[in-house]
């Protein structure tokens, strides 16, 4: 494992006296994949800490996800209202991929819509260049900076980041899994339909057509027991959909390798099939793009955090959806490539101290 700094950079703007963010690049290079990542934080006190876990998780990835495309990531630490943190709840962070794209070369389906990585990896070339004009890194990430902040002592009961490698201690939070789930948001752990009102996503294609209804690849996957069809576009109408994103543990995952995975629970499996989180009240960036709280022990792409969890079933649901797959697909030289801004589907990690308190801790 090969860890390359770029620069580092510190930048003082004298007039006013003020201190810019502390601004960081790197590159790591694991087994599998090369990720290069540029990384921001609000403040100093913490940032060599911060960005000694951030390589850590990423390297997670880039031991286990094959690409021979580097893997562009921007990671910054932000204060701000729409990340709040409070004493009993605080969204620890939110993250995606910054485009997505459908009908690339080497795509294994037609017509359903990627993460930029994910789909470069298949495509076994950058597909979103960045002489496209979109932006030229495949995952974005935002961290709550309000932890570690004395100015809100009072956030999550006085808890604060936590940047070793054990389960934290008191309210402390672990920022290796909040970074870790986030990047696999980013790595295709993403749902992009809406399933609030059981609309696709839609990518505008070439020549001024209307836009496309289209599946995406982590749909294609989403199973409800109660109808016995997936929640994709040629199974459900958009209500079906709705109705299945709400059937509390009927919504299950149906992939071959995160059912194999499956043995691993000793709850949270519908008929041999993983549950997905489906609540009876709609929950918007969260609903059916997380695994159920019902898991045990705690799985890592919950939609809460929790102080312990195993990562085997999102490793094996990222070999689902493609990542162990590069090569051979069912588009041709003449498709067009549709790409669409991913920005707007950020998913967040919540977390709240009472159902903390309550869950069980489960050895890694």
């Known amino acids: 494992m090969n860890i390359i ?5 510190l930048i003082m703007a004298v007039a006013v006296l003020l201190v810019s963010p502390l601004v960081s690049a790197f590159v790591v290079v694991g087994s599998e994949s090369t990720f290069s990542v540029n990384f921001t934080s609000d403040d100093t006190l913490y940032d060599a800490d911060r960005e000694e876990v951030a390589q850590r998780a990423v390297r997670f990835w880039a031991d286990r996800l094959s690409s021979s495309v580097p893997i562009e990531v921007n990671i910054a630490f932000i204060d701000d209202d729409a990340m709040p943190c409070e004493a009993d709840r605080a969204v620890l962070g939110n993250g995606g991929a910054t485009s997505i794209v459908a009908n690339f070369a080497n795509a294994p389906f037609r017509n359903t819509v990627y993460p930029v990585a994910l789909a470069s990896a298949l495509a076994g070339f950058d597909v979103v260049p960045p002489a496209s004009g979109i932006d030229a890194s495949d995952i974005s990430i935002n961290l709550n900076a309000r932890l570690d902040d004395n ?30 789930h986030e990047l696999a948001h980013g790595l295709g752990f993403q749902l992009y339909a809406d399933l609030g009102s059981g609309e696709l996503i839609e990518l505008p ?16 996957y989403l199973y ?18 709705v109705n299945a994103a709400t059937s509390m543990n009927k919504l299950v995952w149906d992939g071959a390798a995160v059912s194999q995975a499956a043995s691993l629970l000793s709850s949270g499996v ?13 929950e918007p960036a969260a609903t059916a793009a997380h695994f159920s709280p019902a898991l045990s022990p705690d799985e890592l792409m919950e939609p809460a955090n929790t102080p312990s969890f195993i990562p085997d079933l999102t490793v094996a649901l990222m070999d689902d959806i493609g990542w162990s797959d590069q090569g051979g697909g069912q588009s041709t030289a003449s498709d067009s490539v549709i790409t669409g801004d991913g920005g707007g589907f950020l998913f967040g990690l919540l977390l709240m101290l009472p159902l903390l308190a309550r869950r069980p801790r489960t050895s890694i």
């Open 205 to 220: 294609p070439f020549q001024g057509a209307s836009p496309i209804p289209m599946n995406d690849i982590f749909l294609r």
């Open 5 to 9: 700094r770029r620069s580092v950079s």
């Open 224 to 241: 409800d027991l109660n109808s016995s069809a997936h929640l994709s576009k040629a199974e459900m109408t958009n209500g079906e959909r």
């Open 151 to 180: 100015a809100y002592a009072a956030c999550l009961g006085g808890g604060d980041w936590y940047y070793g490698n054990a389960e934290p201690l008191g309210n402390d939070i672990s920022l290796y899994s909040t970074i870790l």
């Open 270 to 282: 519908a008929q041999g099939k993983v549950m997905m989180f489906a609540p009876s009240t709609f």
